[in-house]
């Protein structure tokens, strides 16, 4: 089993940046591609970034590309989304999740592709 515990949330002025950190504990990820996603009140969950297994694919969503930044350490099992030049359409629940299988290349967007999910960090940027 694994939990995953994010960190790094808060309030922030438009324009600010926050980092977020997601901690995995019981089995490493070294070779899980790993995801943030969001979620803001009254909509669904929806991809904002993934990281493949090696750390050396990225994939982003339009509307946070050239402003979030993720980022992995395997030797800490840990995942970061930098998060930069903040819009109050930024508000939201940021969640990590491991993708289900094992060196994917596909830097799946779906959350249905991911099994693991933390209990989510709350984002506000006021305007």
């Known amino acids: 089993q694994v939990q995953l515990v994010e960190s790094g949330g808060g309030l922030v002025q438009a324009g600010g940046s926050l980092r977020l950190s997601c901690a995995a504990s019981?089995?490493?990820?070294?070779?899980?591609?790993l995801g943030w996603f969001r979620q803001a009140p009254g909509k669904e969950r929806d991809f904002v970034a993934a990281?493949?297994?090696?750390?050396?694919?990225?994939r982003y969503a339009d509307s946070v590309k050239g402003r979030f930044t993720i980022s992995r350490d395997n030797a800490k099992n840990t995942v970061y989304l930098q998060i930069g030049s903040l819009k109050p359409e930024d508000t939201a629940v940021y969640y990590c999740?491991?993708?289900?299988?094992?060196?994917?290349?596909?830097?799946?967007?779906?959350?249905?592709?991911?099994?693991?999910w933390g209990q989510g960090t709350q984002v506000t940027v006021s305007s």
């Open positions: 999740a491991v993708q289900r299988r094992q060196f994917s290349f596909d830097l799946s967007t779906a959350p249905t592709a991911y099994d693991y």
């Open positions: 019981g089995r490493s990820l070294s070779s899980y591609d």
């Open positions: 990281i493949n297994w090696s750390g050396r694919s990225t």
